[in-house]
């Protein structure tokens, strides 16, 4: 009775984690969309800019016309040591504003430097996680480059 018992609250734990998901593609915009660009910028000089600033943290690939999917590392790590990165493809449907969507966090316990995953908690899977882990992801993306003093 006892090995019946473990065997389902195994294949019961399994199942729960197992079966989770990510928040439904509509809940994973960017909450702040459109995104204004710098003066002057389109879609295209503003990923070349993101590649400059963020140099190693940061990768992307055109999709389409007016589309990249990028992947940017965050510099802060977590408190054991691992690596938050988020993933999001952005459009241009306009000269200027860009649209952030299919936004995805990771937890990695890979080093950014060489790019390659090693495995690692994919996000969000709630709204809890969308807020504590890819916005945060998100918004340090966002931010302008530094510029000197």
Not at 66 to 71: G, L, T
Not at 101 to 130: C, I, Q
């Amino acid at each position: 009775m006892l090995s019946l018992v473990s065997f389902f609250l195994f294949v019961s734990a399994f199942l729960f984690v197992g079966c989770a998901s990510l928040l439904p593609e509509e809940r994973r915009m960017y909450p702040h969309n459109p995104v204004s660009l710098p003066n002057g910028m389109n879609i295209h000089n503003w990923i070349n800019a993101k590649e400059t600033q963020f140099n190693e943290r940061f990768g992307s690939k055109q999709i389409g016309e007016a589309e990249y999917k990028f992947n940017f590392y965050r510099k802060e790590l977590t408190s054991i040591g691992s690596y938050i990165s988020c993933t999001a493809m952005v459009r241009s449907k306009t000269a200027t504003p860009v649209e952030l969507y299919n936004l995805v966090s990771m937890v990695n316990y890979a080093d950014y430097t060489k790019f390659m995953r090693k495995g690692g908690d994919l996000g969000p899977m709630s709204e809890k996680e969308s807020t504590e882990i890819l916005l945060p992801c998100m918004e340090e993306f966002l931010e302008p480059p530094k510029t000197k003093e």
